[in-house]
């Protein structure tokens, strides 16, 4: 069965770290893009970051772009999101997503989500 289980939310001060990660199993991994998004009480889920599955093409939200970095290690089946400088614009539930590519929702898959809260 495909599992998605992201860990590493948490509460967090304004300018701290908090790295998130991603544990896959069920699928073959090293062929599925990955990536993370995030939603916020009142609004839609957005895209964070992206990685291809050779970790070779990434990108970012522009709103985390030099914050925010994205990393993958095949041989774990698990992908992570490192958060530096965090703000409390960043407070959401952070989900990880697989994508086997192409139109076919049969190939994406999406976790459960772990909460991110930044606050004083």
């Known amino acids: 069965q495909v599992q998605l289980v992201e860990s590493g939310g948490g509460l967090v001060q304004p300018g701290g770290s908090l790295r998130l990660s991603c544990a896959a199993s069920?699928?073959?991994?090293?062929?599925?893009?990955m990536s993370w998004y995030r939603q916020a009480p009142g609004k839609e889920r957005e895209l964070v970051a992206d990685i291809s599955s050779a970790g070779v093409r990434i990108k970012y939200a522009d709103s985390v772009k030099g914050r925010f970095t994205i990393s993958r290690d095949n041989a774990k089946n698990t992908v992570f999101l490192q958060m530096n400088n965090l703000k409390p614009e960043d407070t959401a539930v952070y989900y990880c997503k697989a994508d086997g590519g192409g139109i076919w929702d049969v190939l994406k898959y999406w976790g459960q989500g772990t909460q991110v809260t930044v606050s004083s």
């Open positions: 069920g699928f073959p991994f090293r062929l599925y893009a």
